[in-house]
């Protein structure tokens, strides 16, 4: 018992923190309410290190908790330690802004925090129920947090999401339905073992089920055919919500594609590839030509995420414990580099809107040199152009792909961000070369965002570079 | 003593690292003068590097030569390993010297993000300088891509009022082309990793593996398609005339002879070796896309009447015997005794790819001088510009004449050396190729008649200035070096003989197992 309050610390101390936040937001005055974001700070500092310290002590083997519940090794923890560092820094970019536009509130904080709680359970899940609760709880912080700016699109966005959410729960819940029908069971680990020793459990109806549970993380990730959510939650959301919902999510969804693909059905992969063909090729091909024409920021990012979890997928074709590595690696590098975007689109925001139409972005490259220049890292990294880290994500994910014979489908992919580079080239292009017509400011963000901000792009040129030591952290 | 310094890591790395560091200097008249002096120590100083670079290589021997190698992602074969032979060695020379006079002649020119712009070209510098020493495939690939960032950046920011639409042709259209050689390349890794189990990205290692016919087409098409797209080969050039036209003088420039030469270098160093096979089999149909180049371009150059264009058609023809000097060879029966043809022919290329970037950076910049002065670079709108500018006019005639190919200028004897090579083959060939002579002076000649001889057309020309100094430096430096290669190209051919005849060696082996 002891070591399982040791390895459950860090969502002890992060559900433990949610609700003393709730509490004390009673007793403080409006003036004061930058207690609150200090403390969400010092929550998720304080969670990092016992992280850290779980690393150093426990990392070594994996332990399975609560009757195989929580399931817990190296991966979760990492995975858990990024997700903390990038919530740290979404909180910073978006201070100023939340202050702006009267979303500096405990509620923001506690719900941002109760989802990072969903998403942690949801890593390091054993078995198909602690999987399903961590999902909802991820989700539903999040539906509350889009529509906190109180007006109709986000008040549309947010009834989208749920509505859509609810129903990939549903599929997800049936899918492990069918699977528990199969098995007996909803752990993790036994089903894996069960599937591998016994070749009647490969049939039609265990299929059935994993494709809809694969379905729900098809929902989570935002791929084709549940994508409709992506672009209307980008462009309804406040921007630092946008900000949350377009990085760690990402994240948290890596985790579970993990559980499920490595931890579960290795060996019923390979009847699934097909699946997973078709998702990553069709999202490659939507997400970038419906982003081609959009002239808001922020549902061209929506677009272009559908895109790179087309991507995303297709290096999921290949992916069996020794290639997860690459995956990781993109999703990392994808992850920082919107971070960065959402980052660069909130420093121009004021008291009165946010910069939401790429227009609005008219000659920062020229008023603001420095910020240009980080913004176009960026943005080549999200196209995949070295020397940026995009490009090694992009590659290692074409030499698995091309390791195993899939040549058309590199071929596809690679085609398909050449279409993506097309509407990033669009985006610098009013950065840098369209001529500066009214006075653009910078004054959406802290002067300490603005350091994280450049630090940002200067780690995400470093990657590009020196990619080796990343690389392998990311390979399992 | 100088063995010891990583001489190429500096040649790439100095001009990159100074380049970045300039970009956060804030911009004011005192600083931007600065960097102009820094930039110009800088680029003189990488000359000199290459000049630490010649004096040390050794032109008898193929063998790469100033190896250097260190860790990049070793798990995965990916190596930082630079090193130079005949064929890249003057190409490197070329694109520091093309970038020296660059930014002399800048000096005066661009007025405004002054610091932006020397420290693009800084940046441009040292990436082509790593495309063209790299010997690993990634980092090749790297440079490869990571050039068209400074290039985007220099048309879009100080390009014409169509620099956009130019600017993001030319992006997506290279960037289209060296996917596939991406493909490629990790095709050929695998290639390697099935058959010995080497875990290697090196292209003396890609140079040496054998691959079926089938394998040889793959490689070749996906190849081909890069960098015809860089060349550019006929019916991909079409990015090339909208690039040169909007890009600033000093983009056109490094475009022109820089930009277009790492086409050239990708067909020798990477098609011709590693699918001398596939090449074979459609060597017809790049000879004859040589011709379409060099005939049907040459014909387009003529009835243009805005001279950059002018000359942006006339670097595609002239490109076009690269590539046909890189595959005439295909046409002679594999023997000793076709040899030495064949190894002139490649050398032809090579040459040919060293004076047109001269050549076309001088006529460039030529261009630019005379439409800082009337803003405009419509042939009809200048008549007689050698009453007020004689300087330039004695100038700008040398340059005509070696882009048209006239003995003396170096733009004869790379022509001379591939339709030499030709003639041994097929006399109607050597007779298409050259036309370009009489095309060459065509366009040349009449433009050069019409912009400079004749009545004054317009009154503003009888206020033109002759060219400054700076101009003047630019334009005498490069005149002597097309004169000198011209009179005396020796030194040149023998840089680069025992490298070609290697290459030649190589491809006539068949690799069909």
């Known amino acids: 018992m002891y070591i399982g309050i040791i390895l459950t610390l860090p969502e002890i101390i992060i559900s433990i923190m949610a609700c003393f936040i709730l509490i004390i937001d009673l007793f403080i005055s409006n003036k004061k309410r930058y207690i609150n974001y200090y403390l969400t700070q010092a929550t998720l500092i304080l969670t990092i290190l016992s992280l850290v310290y779980i690393a150093h002590y426990h990392a070594t083997a994996r332990f399975s908790l609560f009757h195989g519940a929580l399931l817990f090794d190296f991966f979760s923890v990492e995975l858990k330690t990024i997700i903390m560092l990038i919530t740290i820094v979404i909180f910073i970019y978006s201070k100023k802004y939340m202050i702006y536009m009267d979303l500096f509130k405990a509620e923001y904080f506690v719900l941002c925090l109760l989802s990072i709680l969903g998403m942690m359970i949801m890593i390091s899940s054993g078995t198909f129920l602690s999987l399903y609760l961590g999902l909802e709880l991820l989700s539903l912080p999040i539906y509350s947090l889009i529509i906190m700016n109180k007006n109709n699109t986000s008040a549309e966005a947010s009834i989208k999401y749920f509505i859509m959410g609810s129903i990939a729960s549903g599929i997800f819940l049936f899918g492990v339905s069918l699977v528990y029908g199969m098995t007996g069971s909803i752990e993790l680990l036994l089903i894996k073992k069960l599937v591998m020793n016994h070749e009647v459990f490969s049939d039609i109806t265990m299929q059935y089920g994993l494709v809809f549970i694969i379905a729900g993380l098809i929902f989570k990730f935002g791929a084709v055919p549940f994508h409709m959510w992506v672009p209307d939650v980008y462009e309804g959301s406040p921007i630092s919500v946008t900000l949350f919902i377009g990085t760690i999510p990402k994240i948290a969804a890596l985790g579970m594609s993990y559980r499920l693909i490595v931890n579960t059905f290795p060996s019923l992969y390979e009847e699934l590839e097909f699946l997973f063909i078709i998702t990553g090729m069709i999202s490659l091909f939507i997400g970038n030509i419906f982003a081609l024409s959009q002239t808001d920021i922020k549902r061209l990012l929506g677009y272009s995420a559908i895109a790179h979890v087309g991507f995303i997928f297709c290096g999921l074709v290949v992916s069996d414990v020794h290639e997860f590595g690459a995956v990781n690696f993109y999703v990392f590098v994808y992850v920082l580099a919107s971070l960065g975007v959402f980052g660069v689109i909130i420093t121009l925001s004021n008291e009165k809107e946010e910069a939401s139409l790429i227009s609005q972005f008219q000659g920062l490259g020229i008023a603001y040199p420095i910020i240009g220049i980080i913004m176009m890292i960026f943005l080549f990294s999200l196209a995949g152009v070295p020397p940026t880290a995009g490009f090694f994500a992009k590659f290692f994910i074409l030499r698995n792909l091309i390791s195993y014979g899939y040549i058309e489908l590199a071929l596809f992919a690679i085609l398909m961000s050449v279409i993506g580079a097309f509407y990033y080239l669009k985006v610098i292009k009013t950065i840098f070369f369209d001529s500066l017509d009214e006075e653009i400011k910078i004054i959406g963000i802290s002067k300490i965002g603005l350091i994280f901000l450049i630090m940002n792009g200067i780690l995400v040129l470093f990657i590009g570079i020196f990619p080796y030591n990343f690389l392998k952290g990311c390979s399992i | ?513």
């Open chain 2, 1 to 513: 003593m100088f063995l010891e310094i990583p001489l190429l890591s500096f040649i790439i790395w100095l001009p990159i690292i100074t380049g970045c560091a300039i970009l956060v200097i804030k911009e004011t008249i005192k600083s931007s003068y600065i960097i102009k002096k820094i930039s110009l120590i800088v680029s003189i100083f990488s000359m000199y590097l290459c000049y630490l670079l010649y004096k040390d290589f050794d032109s008898k021997t193929w063998d790469m030569q100033f190896i250097e190698n260190m860790d990049w992602i070793p798990d995965l074969g990916i190596f930082y390993t630079l090193g130079v032979d005949g064929i890249s060695m003057p190409l490197i020379f070329l694109t520091c010297f093309m970038t020296f006079t660059v930014i002399i002649y800048s000096n005066n020119v661009i007025k405004e993000r002054v610091i932006q712009y020397y420290s693009y070209f800084l940046m441009m510098q040292g990436m082509v300088c790593g495309v063209f020493a790299a010997l690993d495939a990634i980092l090749f690939y790297v440079f490869f891509e990571a050039m068209l960032i400074p290039m985007f950046l220099i048309i879009g920011i100080w390009g014409g009022t169509n620099r956009i639409y130019a600017t993001i042709k030319f992006f997506l259209y290279t960037f289209f082309g060296s996917i596939f050689l991406l493909i490629a390349i990790i095709y050929l890794h695998y290639v390697i990793y099935f058959t010995s189990g080497d875990i290697t990205f090196s292209v003396t290692k890609f140079q040496l593996i054998y691959l079926s016919l089938n394998q040889q087409k793959f490689i070749f098409w996906t190849m081909l398609i890069a960098f015809a797209i860089k060349v550019p080969m006929w019916p991909v050039h079409t990015w090339l005339p909208d690039a040169h036209v909007e890009a600033p003088t000093g983009g056109s420039v490094i475009l022109a002879a820089i930009t277009l030469k790492v086409g050239g270098y990708g067909i020798m160093r990477f098609l011709l070796p590693i699918a001398p096979d596939g090449c074979m089999v459609f060597s017809n149909f790049i000879i004859t896309l040589s011709f379409i180049a060099i005939i049907y371009i040459g014909l387009v150059a003529i009835v243009q009447t805005d001279m950059k264009k002018l000359v942006a058609y006339s670097s595609i023809s002239h490109m076009g015997f690269v590539t046909l000097g890189c595959f005439i060879l295909f046409s002679f029966k594999f023997g000793p005794k076709y040899f030495q043809n064949a190894v002139t022919g490649v050398e032809g290329a090579m040459i040919q790819m060293i004076s047109h970037g001269f050549i076309s950076g001088a006529m460039f910049i030529c261009v630019g001088i005379l439409y800082e002065r009337l803003h405009t670079k419509l042939i009809s709108k200048y008549g007689g510009t050698a009453h007020t500018m004689p300087v330039f006019a004695a100038l700008f005639m040398i340059f005509i004449m070696a882009n048209s190919g006239l003995p003396g200028t170096s733009g004869f004897v790379g022509e001379l050396l591939v339709i030499l090579s030709i003639f041994k083959f097929n006399y109607i060939y050597a007779l298409l190729a050259g036309t370009t002579l009489i095309l060459g002076a065509t366009y040349n000649l009449w433009m050069y008649k019409r912009v400079v001889f004749g009545e004054i057309k317009n009154r503003d020309i009888l206020n033109f200035k002759d060219i400054n100094f700076d101009e003047k430096l630019t334009l005498i430096i490069l005149a002597t070096m097309v004169i000198i290669v011209g009179i005396w190209p020796k030194p040149l051919i023998q840089l680069v003989h025992s490298s070609i005849e290697h290459l030649v060696y190589q491809i006539m082996q068949s690799k069909v197992f």
